[in-house]
């Protein structure tokens, strides 16, 4: 019997294949990263928040359900919570490689970042010796890595999330996969 494993030698994950095979969901979650990250960027570009939101949900939906159809039909809620978080992850290291030579040939970005979260505190109504404290840390760590990295773990997390309560939505595995006693 042949091995359906994400290999070039058989096929694109993105392809059909029955649920006995084994799938690797990895190199889908790579592709759908990409294309999320892309989207991403230009939607960015414009400023447009809601809609990178979207994007970035509907990506990790949209991955969900693609390894369903590989998977048969059939996917359990690790499954797709696994697919999810992959693609979420994905998207994000290519956003901050993206951040990262963005802010290392225009260190303006970063300064722009930090006056607009001052003026974000100035209004919360903090004392303003804080707000001083706190934004001269700012200036004094917040490099083009640090901001990369920052990204990383952000839309990792937010990506998680969000793939908690897809894989709640996407998962249609049938109850025999739990062990009774």
Request: proline share 3%.
């Amino acid at each position: 019997m042949d091995n359906y494993f994400c290999g070039s030698k058989y096929s694109n994950i993105l392809m059909y294949k029955p649920a006995e095979y084994s799938v690797a969901p990895t190199k889908g979650a790579m592709v759908v990263g990409a294309i999320m990250a892309a989207v991403m960027l230009i939607f960015g570009a414009f400023n447009v928040q809601i809609m990178m939101w979207l994007v970035f949900a509907g990506g990790i939906y949209f991955g969900m359900r693609t390894y369903r159809k590989v998977l048969g039909g059939v996917i359990n809620y690790s499954n797709a919570l696994n697919v999810g978080f992959q693609s979420a992850f994905f998207a994000s290291l290519i956003l901050a490689f993206f951040t990262f030579m963005n802010t290392s040939i225009n260190p303006s970005l970063i300064t722009e970042f930090i006056d607009a979260a001052e003026v974000q505190l100035k209004t919360s109504g903090l004392p303003s010796i804080l707000v001083e404290n706190t934004m001269q840390q700012w200036r004094e760590i917040l490099t083009p890595t640090i901001f990369g990295v920052i990204i990383i773990f952000s839309y990792s997390a937010a990506g998680g999330l969000i793939s908690i309560v897809l894989a709640l939505l996407v998962k249609n595995a049938k109850s025999s996969e739990f062990v009774e006693y």
